[in-house]
T-cell receptor, first 115, second 113 residues
Framework: AQSVTQLGSHVSVSEGALVLLRCNYS??????LFWYVQYPNQGLQLLLK??????LVKGINGFEAEFKKSETSFHLTKPSAHMSDAAEYFC?????????????FGTGTRLKVLA | ETGVTQSPTHLIKTRGQQVTLRCSSQ?????VSWYQQALGQGPQFIFQ???????GRGNFPPRFSGLQFPNYSSELNVNALELDDSALYLC????????????FGAGSRLTVL
């Protein structure tokens, strides 16, 4: 069965510092992987996705993620944090084994950016 | 293009009552999925509708039910509300059943007292 583990429920970085949010997955088939961001009192916004092809995926707002099959990881990075990046981030894997194509989400990582 | 819109944005109910949440899918999308996001948790899949038929269900009891209409809008109905049903309910639409990319609405926040 598919699953997602996000290490660190809370991450704090200084403005201008590197952002690294960790995501490990388990999947019985080649995974489709996603990162979503959620701002307070809002829905989820897609940051980036990996389906096939290039393993380094670039998304919106300067974020990128690298799919590493050997490590079953899909960590999210941004070279320089901005105050506006403070939000909750969710990693998800698409479960395509049952014909339903549902997403399995991690429990989320709340990013705090310090001035 | 319009995105996914949900109504109401907030509502308060008491235990045992029933609630209906509504979702208008993004233009051109024929698949709608519903997720429950409890406080401090990631979204959990409730069910998916494709062309007006249920296309899969998560681990939720039968008192959670849904509909999809010919214009691909959707409703989520919850009967016999329990305190643990308090959550943000998210609707997401996609242009096809494979749902490679979901577009989420802002959600309906339900509080059960």
């Amino acid at each position: 069965a598919q699953s997602v583990t996000q290490l660190g429920s809370h991450v704090s970085v200084s403005e201008g510092a590197l952002v690294l949010l960790r995501c490990n997955y388990s999947s019985s088939v080649p995974p489709y992987l996603f990162w979503y961001v959620q701002y307070p009192n809002q829905g989820l916004q897609l940051l980036l996705k990996y389906t096939t092809g290039a393993t380094l995926v670039k998304g919106i707002n300067g974020f990128e993620a690298e799919f590493k099959k050997s490590e079953t990881s899909f960590h999210l990075t941004k070279p320089s944090a901005h105050m506006s990046d403070a939000a909750e981030y969710f990693c998800a894997v698409s479960d395509r084994t049952t014909g339903t194509y549902k997403y399995i989400f991690g429990t989320g990582t709340r990013l705090k950016v310090l001035a | 293009e319009t995105g996914v819109t949900q109504s109401p944005t907030h509502l308060i109910k008491t235990r045992g009552q029933q609630v209906t949440l509504r979702c208008s899918s993004q233009s051109g999308h024929n698949t709608v999925s519903w997720y429950q996001q409890a406080l401090g948790q990631g979204p959990q899949f409730i069910f998916q509708y494709y062309r007006e038929e249920e296309n899969g269900r998560g681990n939720f009891p039968p008192r959670f039910s849904g509909l999809q209409f010919p214009n691909y809008s959707s409703e989520l109905n919850v009967n016999a509300l329990e305190l643990d049903d308090s959550a943000l309910y998210l609707c997401a639409s996609s242009p096809d059943r494979e749902a490679n990319v979901l577009t989420f609405g802002a959600g309906s926040r339900l509080t059960v007292l």
